[in-house]
């Protein structure tokens, strides 16, 4: 029953994170679902690209919606150059940091930046063969993948830190 009953509460949450990710429009939307690193920089990075997932979503949904005018093509290539160059500078930062603590979790965090890089390419390609209907269909998947990496291996590697002994817990 107990068990029941964590799971049902689990599968709401994910619900409601689910929901609050799809409705989102700025910042302050999603701020309550992601995780503070304590870093400044790299909170701010993390707050800076999720309002350029946000407005990548926004567009994507006006383009779809009837509104495909040169102003707003422009205004999507404009957002995938700016998502692919703060992508790259904020892993810079965090690879930066990570040889610094001499992180255990570093070559699996690098490799998934890696992933979420090639994605966001792939993205952009049938953006500019416009094929949009394909990227509608991934309208979430760059600010799902974005929330789940800070929350997941971003707060493990610079909150919790040894993660691997899985037994001192760090929040300063
Ligand atoms: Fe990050
Ligand atoms: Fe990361």
Known sequence: MISETAERKGQWEMAWK?????????????????????????DHDHMLFTQYALDLNLIIQALNNQEASFENLYKGDEIFQRLLDYAKIHFEHEKV???????????????????????????YKEFKQGRLHIVSGLKLSVLDWWVNHINGIDYQTFVVRNSHSGEEVHNE
């Open 18 to 42: 689910r929901w609050i990710l799809q409705s989102a429009r700025t910042w302050d939307d999603v701020a309550g679902i992601i995780q503070l690193i304590n870093i400044s920089e790299i």
């Open 97 to 123: 940091i990570m040889e610094q603590m001499k992180s255990p979790l570093m070559k699996a965090h690098l490799e998934q930046h890696a992933i979420f890089m090639k994605m966001i390419e792939d993205h």
